[in-house]
């Protein structure tokens, strides 16, 4: 499986953005998927995961972002009311049973 984010950008706080994932390979077998971010100096952690009918968000994000999976091989990000703490690197990732699958990040800086 090959995952590949975009969507990044620079924004002023309280705007929004919008990061796409898109898997190819072979995508029927991905269980899960989900979204980790990365700040400098700090470690990745989980933004929000989307397993079936599951939905999981962090508690800094609950409100403000959304997950959603299109289709087997499409995955959303939908951020708005960004806030300077959201400023990090943005990974996707794909559970496929024991294997876990990275895309190659994105960027996403709020500042004003």
């Known amino acids: 499986v090959q995952l590949q984010a975009s969507g990044g950008g620079l924004v002023q706080p309280g705007e929004s953005l919008r990061l796409s994932c898109v898997a190819s390979?072979?995508?029927?077998?991905?269980?899960?998927m989900g979204w980790y971010r990365q700040a400098p100096g700090k470690e990745r952690e989980l933004v929000a995961l989307s397993t079936g009918s599951i939905r999981r968000y962090a508690d800094s994000v609950k409100g403000r972002f959304t997950i959603s999976r299109d289709n087997k091989s499409m995955l959303s990000l939908q951020m708005n009311s960004l806030e300077p703490e959201d400023t990090a690197v943005y990974y996707c990732?794909?559970?496929?049973?024991?294997?876990?699958?990275w895309g190659q990040g994105t960027q996403v800086t709020v500042s004003s």
């Open positions: 990732n794909a559970v496929d049973g024991s294997q876990i699958y």
């Open positions: 390979g072979r995508v029927f077998s991905i269980n899960g």
